[in-house]
């Protein structure tokens, strides 16, 4: 074939192949583009679906719909959708596999990413992985608006339409509407954020950040270029308020554990302007004038980490507390940490404390700790010194000096301390000189002396504490104390408010361990005044006792006045009460004899427990009291100093046995009781008789110009283990009251709550507590009331007992707006489910407003506005709950049905609420309305023309 022929051939068939190649490339592209992402992504563990990729000749790719997802066993979950990325691809780099960049130009529309920490035993991208998506950096970026999410435990980061662009050959710019950090620590927010960007190789840098006022990034760049080596960088340089901080950060996660490097610096920053910035509402001032910072190492392993801190603040104040100067150095290298110092200066006071210490290799070092100390302390004025530890300072004042070693290997301790102080107050209680030393050993702490001195009063200790074993202790402490009000503010609460004044001495020994203690002690009291809740005359006290694992004995018990004394042995164990040859005389008379064995446990009343809870089951009770006739205000005068109540009482009884089976009797005489300024007396007698269990009492009560009320009384008797059976033991009781002139009830009772009234009624209970059956009536005429929950000012009503049930056969109430009544029915065949039926005969409507109530704390009586608008009528009220507790509900049975105040359907209804426990008065209350009470204007008679003459 001729030469002219052959290259008119193979022209065309060049010609040929190119137009092929222009017409498959598109899909080849395309194709391959979709595959190979599919390949890198299934290399990673990572799902990614594509909706379309367009890759027309010549011109960039379209990659639409795109969206990434980790595994669900992956270390972080990650969840990565674009609507659409525009990529131009190097394709000379690509298939001759030169060294430049992949992708030329990238721009991202409608990114949205979030990233979160999954704490799983997952890895991350592989190394391969990492060194594609190096080499997938473009020369040029530009993300649209985009919103980023970043998750690491508490601590979220979020970062709303954020725009970025970056460029190889010109500056870019970065723009942020929103970008919040939050964590348990901290939580800000910095808005509209502008600022430039420079991309030079794999270095991207953003700057002339304004977060906020005062704080402004100069430059933040992130070094991208050991991206392959699983390595990145990030640098910044910020003023930030009134000072500049600089820091340089990497992090290596090659390994299995990350590998931090942070290198920091801060100089004149302002905490003023810092807590007014992040929005602290306590106000802090000073300056960190200086601050250097390093750290190596994987921070969630900081034992084997590297780091260094100093830092300088200058004029610090918080709150109440100020400082002239505070630094800090500490450094942390193979186990061991170093305090190289923390010196405070504040005025006239001085701190310093140094020392280093080893962390533990295992659990067990723990227990054996090495570390050294040196403390050193002058301090001129303790009050202001105890102000930058949260106290008031007013209840601190002197001068204290402190100086000590100390150290520790193997468990063996050496060192010392020395403390002196001299006009000190230390919780306002005044200190005239403090001197103490402690001797550390090598298996026990020696208190050589502790030495307190106020005037003449004083107080001294000494003792040893064992380091090594069971932390075994002995000591001995003796004060004189010329009057205990002195030091009421070093007192626990409960005593300072009971213990007024006196004078005391003490002598204590005592020895023991963490779970075992033993000691005596010797208390001398002289003009004690206390207030249990009365204030009592001023009493001398004479205390000797001993104590030991679970048992308080006082071989002495000596209190008395010069008109009063009480002597006995008492023993305090952890499930008994006991006193013996218990006597106490009133005005040289004997007054009291006895002997009691109470099996209750004081410590668990400590605890919170109730009485019948305390009580031990296994043991007998033995109670053998006297008490001759008493002149109360005779007796009330010896206590108190003055004639708080009046007229005479004896008891006489002697119970024994077990809780569940009482023997015994007991009879009391009560006359003419009464109470300073109330004129109301009452006179009582009973007698009780206790066989196997089975209580029977006779009594009879008679209160000043009324009936006497008699009451007769049989039932078993349960306190130990067969407590719960009481409820369902039989029971008989008779109580008749034929009138009770309720304004003559002594205020103990009535809580003045009786202005006039009779109350009569007569009663006999059978069968069981919890399921009783009575039959009688109770009625109340002319009631006249004050300070009543309902707020009632008069009541009169009858209810008649008819076995299981009961009938209010009326009841009327009267405010000083409404006048109520009401009938009803009682059902309590079952005390635990009391159910009362109450129904009006003059209608009830229901006022309370609709809305959500948890509870009610009362009822309100209302009158019920006179005005269009229809309020559901009530038919009855239902109230239920157990007698024996508080949980009790009330149900409105309401009907809307044309009565007289106007109807809005014929549906019924119903609302239910629960009473408060212990209800406060601002709380909500069900109201409700009743007809007005009339009111009658006065008759004006006509005036008589007068006569004229």
């Not at 509209?192 to 420079?198: D, S, V």
């Not at 930030?240 to 990350?258: M, V």
């Not at 109450?838 to 509870?855: A, K, W």
Request: glycine residues 8%.
């Amino acid at each position: 074939m001729p030469l002219k022929n052959r290259l008119l051939l193979a022209s065309l068939l060049i010609l040929l192949v190119s137009l092929l190649a222009i017409w498959f490339a598109p899909f080849a592209v395309s194709h391959s583009l979709r595959l190979w992402i599919w390949w890198k992504a299934r290399e990673q563990k990572l799902t990614v679906k594509i909706d379309q990729i367009d890759a027309p000749f010549l011109r960039p790719v379209v990659v639409r719909g795109f969206r990434m997802t980790s595994a669900p066993d992956a270390a972080f979950h990650i969840d990565v959708s674009a609507a659409q990325a525009t990529v131009n691809l190097n394709l000379k780099a690509i298939l001759m596999r030169l060294g430049g960049r992949a992708i030329r130009t990238l721009s991202v529309e409608g990114l949205h990413a979030q990233l979160r920490r999954n704490y799983a035993t997952g890895t991350t991208l592989t190394e391969s992985g990492w060194a594609t998506l190096q080499k997938l950096l473009p020369d040029s970026l530009n993300l649209g608006p985009f919103d980023l999410r970043v998750e690491d435990g508490p601590t979220v980061i979020l970062l709303r339409s954020v725009s970025l662009s970056a460029s190889q050959i010109e500056a870019g710019r970065f723009s942020a509407d929103e970008v919040t950090i939050a964590s348990p620590w901290f939580r800000q927010t910095f808005s509209q954020l502008r600022g430039a960007t420079n991309w030079q190789e794999t270095r991207l840098t953003l700057g002339g950040l304004s977060l906020t006022r005062g704080l402004d990034v100069q430059s933040l760049t992130s070094d991208f270029s050991h991206l392959g080596n699983q390595r990145v960088g990030l640098e910044f340089d910020a003023d930030a308020f009134g000072g500049k901080i600089r820091a340089s950060i990497s992090n290596e996660w090659r390994s299995r554990r990350s590998n931090w490097n942070v290198v920091g610096s801060a100089t004149d920053i302002s905490l003023a302007q810092t807590s007014e910035a992040l929005g602290f509402t306590d106000r802090v001032g000073g300056l960190v004038r200086a601050c250097k910072f390093t750290f190596r190492g994987n921070p969630r392993n900081p034992m084997r980490a590297t780091a260094w801190l100093w830092t300088e603040l200058t004029g610090l104040t918080w709150r109440e507390r100020a400082a002239d100067v505070i630094m800090l150095g500490a450094a942390l290298y193979n186990r061991q940490i170093e305090l190289q110092q923390l010196y405070v200066k504040q005025n006239t006071n001085q701190f310093t404390l140094s020392g280093e210490a080893s962390f533990p290799t295992n659990s067990s070092d723990w227990l054996r700790p090495d570390f050294r100390g040196d403390i050193s302390a002058s301090i001129g004025n303790l009050g202001d010194f105890a102000s930058l530890f949260g106290a008031d300072p007013g209840d601190f004042a002197g001068e204290i000096a402190i100086d000590g070693t100390m150290n520790a290997r193997d468990r063996k301790i050496g060192g010392h301390l020395a403390v002196n102080g001299a006009a000190l107050k230390i919780f306002k209680t005044s200190i005239d000189t403090l001197s103490a030393k402690l001797n550390l050993k090598a298996t026990e702490i020696e208190v050589e002396r502790v030495e307190l001195k106020r005037q003449s009063d004083f107080a001294h200790a000494q003792g040893t504490v064992d380091t090594v074993t069971d932390h075994h202790y002995a000591g001995t402490l003796s004060a004189a104390l010329a009057n205990i009000a002195d030091y009421a503010q070093a007192l626990p609460a409960s005593w300072r408010d009971a213990l007024r004044e006196g004078a005391i001495t003490l002598d204590w020994s005592g020895n023991g361990n963490a779970n075992s203690h033993s000691g005596a002690f010797h208390i001398n009291g002289r003009g004690i005044r206390v207030t249990l809740p009365n204030e009592l005359a001023p009493f001398d006290a004479q205390l000797d006792g001993a104590y030991s694992p679970g048992n308080l004995f006082f071989r002495q018990l000596h209190l008395a006045n010069e008109h009063a004394s009480l002597t006995g042995f008492a023993t305090v164990a952890f499930k008994y009460l006991q006193l013996q040859a218990l006597a106490f005389n009133l005005n040289g008379k004997p007054t009291l004899r006895g002997n009691f064995f109470l099996p209750l446990s004081v410590w668990k009343i400590f605890q919170g427990s109730s009485l019948l809870d305390a009580l031990d089951a296994e043991q007998k009770l033995d109670l053998d009291l006297g008490v001759e006739p008493t002149d109360l205000a005779e007796l009330s005068a010896a206590l108190t100093g003055n004639a708080a109540m009046s007229g005479t009482f004896g008891a006489r009884l002697s119970i024994f046995g077990g809780l569940d089976a009482l023997q015994g009797w007991s009879e009391m005489h009560l006359r003419d009781f009464a109470v300073a300024n109330d004129p109301a007396r009452l006179s009582s007698d009973a007698q009780t008789r206790f066989v196997s269990g089975m209580m029977t009492t006779k009594a009879g009560f008679l209160f000043r110009a009324s009936d006497p009320i008699s009451l007769d009384l049989s039932s078993q008797i349960y306190l130990g283990q067969e407590r719960s059976r009481a409820a369902l033991e039989p029971i008989s009781a008779n109580i008749d009251f034929p009138a009770i002139f309720l304004v003559q009830l002594p205020r103990y009772l009535s809580h003045d709550f009786f202005r006039d009234g009779i109350l009569s009624g007569k009663m006999s209970i059978s069968e069981t507590l919890r399921h009783p059956k009575i039959s009688g009536d109770l009625q109340l005429i002319n009631g006249k009331l004050t300070g009543t929950p309902l707020d009632a000012t008069a009541a009169s009503g009858r209810l008649v007992f008819n076995g299981k049930t009961a009938s209010l056969d009326f009841a009327n109430i009267n405010t000083r707006d409404v006048d109520l009544s009401v009938r009803g029915e009682i059902d309590f065949s079952d005390l635990e489910a009391v159910a009362i039926e109450v129904s009006g005969i003059q209608p009830i409507v229901d006022l309370t407003p609709r809305t959500e109530m948890d509870c009610i704390a009362g009822i309100n009586l209302m009158s019920a506005p006179q005005t269009e608008v229809a309020f559901p009528m009530i038919d009855r009220l239902d109230f239920s709950g157990s007698a024996f507790r508080s949980d009790w509900t009330v149900t409105l049975r309401e009907n809307i049905n044309g009565r007289s105040f106007g109807a809005l359907d014929k549906s019924d209804a119903t609302r239910t609420f629960q009473f408060c426990r212990g209800a406060q008065p601002d709380e909500e209350m069900l109201v409700l309305g009743c007809e007005p009470r009339p009111h009658f204007s006065p008759i004006v008679r006509p005036q008589k023309p007068a006569k004229h003459r």
